[in-house]
C-alpha cells in the first residue's frame, strides 16, 4: 500500500498561475481533506469531502477549490496564486468519520508563491 | 477562532526530563486524536482517545482525556533526542461531520 500520495512534492508559483495539488489514496477511504500548515498556526482545514461527489468548506476555504469525482482522488486547485498562499499543503484520508479514526497524512507539497 | 487550544507552543528540555502538553476545548469532544510531527515530516498518528477519563499508555507516553472531554494531555517521561518534533491534538466536537479541529502544537526540542 503507498497510503497517501501528494504531488508534487515542491512547487514554486508565480502570483496569479493556477495549478493543481494531487492527492491519491489507496486504502478505499472515504473521507479526505486538504489542510495548510503555516508556522505557528497548526494545521487549518481548507475543504473536505466525506464521499465520492461530496465536498464541503473548512476554515479557510477561499482561493481554493476541490472535487471528488472519485474515492481514491481528491485533488486541491489554486485558482489565482497569491503570496499568502505561500505554505505547506497537507493531503490526509480516513477510514472511518462516524467515529472519526486514524487520519493518514501525505508526504506534503511545499509551495511558494513569489 | 482556534477551536482547540494547545500550550505550550514550544518546550525545550534536557534530555532525560519530562515533557507534558495540553489541549483545552471550549465544547465537549467526542474524542480526542494526538499526533507527532518530525521536522521536515507529516503528522503520524499516535492514538484516539473516546471515553472520559481515560489514560492511555505508549511505552514513555502517557495521554489522558479529561473527565469532562474538555481536556487532554500527553505527557512524555525521560525525554530522549528521538521524541523532537511537534506534537498535535486534533478534537473531533461531533456536531459536523468528519471534521478534526487540530491543536496549534507544541514544538519539542530535547538537548543531549
Known amino acids: 500500500n503507498a497510503g497517501v500520495t501528494q504531488t508534487p512534492k515542491f512547487q514554486v508559483l508565480k502570483t496569479g498561475q493556477s495549478m493543481t495539488l494531487q492527492c491519491a489514496q489507496d486504502?478505499?477511504?472515504?473521507?479526505m481533506s486538504w489542510y495548510r500548515q503555516d508556522p505557528g498556526m497548526g494545521l487549518r482545514l481548507i475543504h473536505y469531502?466525506?464521499?465520492?461527489?461530496?465536498?464541503d468548506q473548512g476554515e479557510v476555504p477561499n482561493g481554493y477549490n476541490v472535487s471528488r469525482s472519485t474515492t481514491e482522488d481528491f485533488p486541491l486547485r489554486l485558482l489565482s496564486a497569491a503570496p499568502s498562499q505561500t505554505s505547506v499543503y497537507f493531503c490526509?484520508?480516513?477510514?472511518?468519520?462516524?467515529?472519526?479514526?486514524?487520519?493518514?497524512f501525505g508526504q506534503g507539497t511545499r509551495l511558494t508563491v513569489v | 477562532g482556534q477551536q482547540v487550544m494547545q500550550i505550550p507552543q514550544y518546550q525545550h528540555v534536557q534530555e532525560g526530563e519530562d515533557f507534558t502538553t495540553y489541549c483545552n476545548s471550549s465544547?465537549?469532544?467526542?474524542?480526542i486524536q494526538w499526533y507527532k510531527q518530525r521536522p521536515g515530516g507529516h503528522p503520524v498518528f499516535l492514538i484516539q482517545l473516546v471515553k472520559s477519563g481515560e489514560v492511555k499508555k505508549q511505552k514513555r507516553l502517557t495521554f489522558q482525556f479529561g473527565e469532562a472531554k474538555k481536556n487532554s494531555s500527553l505527557h512524555i517521561t525521560a525525554t530522549q533526542t528521538t521524541d523532537v518534533g511537534t506534537y498535535f491534538c486534533a478534537g473531533d466536537r461531533g456536531s459536523t461531520l468528519g471534521r478534526l479541529y487540530f491543536g496549534r502544537g507544541t514544538q519539542l526540542t530535547v538537548w543531549p
Open positions: 469531502s466525506v464521499g465520492a461527489g461530496i465536498t
Open positions: 465544547t465537549t469532544l467526542s474524542n
Open positions: 486504502m478505499n477511504h472515504e473521507y
Open positions: 490526509a484520508s480516513s477510514y472511518s468519520i462516524t467515529p472519526n479514526t486514524e487520519a493518514f
